[in-house]
C-alpha cells in the first residue's frame, strides 16, 4: 500500500484481554504476489464499500474484524 490511514481500535474481548487491534484503510495498492505459508489461503475480492456493507448485512461477512473496520469506514 501506498497510504495508509488510521481507521480506529477496538477491543476483541475488554473483560477478558487487554487485546487491541488498530484498524487501518490500505490505498494506492499495487499486487505483488502472495508467500502463503503450507496449507493456508487466501482470496482477494474488490468490492465497493456499499456493496461490503451489504454482505455484512446479508450474512455473507461476519468477521468482527472486518465488519468493525467496514461499519467505521462507512459512517
Known amino acids: 500500500a501506498g497510504e495508509w490511514t488510521r481507521i480506529?481500535?477496538?477491543?476483541t474481548a475488554i473483560a477478558f484481554t487487554d487485546e487491541a487491534?488498530?484498524?487501518?484503510?490500505?490505498?494506492?495498492l499495487t499486487h505483488?504476489?502472495?508467500k502463503l505459508?503450507?496449507?493456508?489461503?487466501?482470496?482477494?475480492?474488490k468490492v465497493p464499500l456499499g456493496d461490503a456493507v451489504a454482505?455484512?448485512?446479508?450474512?455473507r461477512i461476519t468477521?468482527?474484524?472486518t465488519v468493525a473496520a467496514?461499519?467505521?469506514l462507512e459512517r
Not at 480506529?8 to 477491543?11: D, F, K, S
Not at 487491534?21 to 494506492?28: N, Q, R, V
Not at 454482505?55 to 450474512?59: A, E, L, N, V
Open 55 to 59: 454482505m455484512i448485512r446479508d450474512g
Open 37 to 45: 505459508d503450507a496449507g493456508e489461503f487466501l482470496e482477494t475480492l
Open 32 to 34: 505483488v504476489g502472495a
Open 21 to 28: 487491534i488498530e484498524l487501518f484503510l490500505a490505498k494506492k
Open 70 to 72: 467496514l461499519l467505521l
Open 8 to 11: 480506529g481500535v477496538i477491543h
Open 63 to 65: 468477521d468482527a474484524k
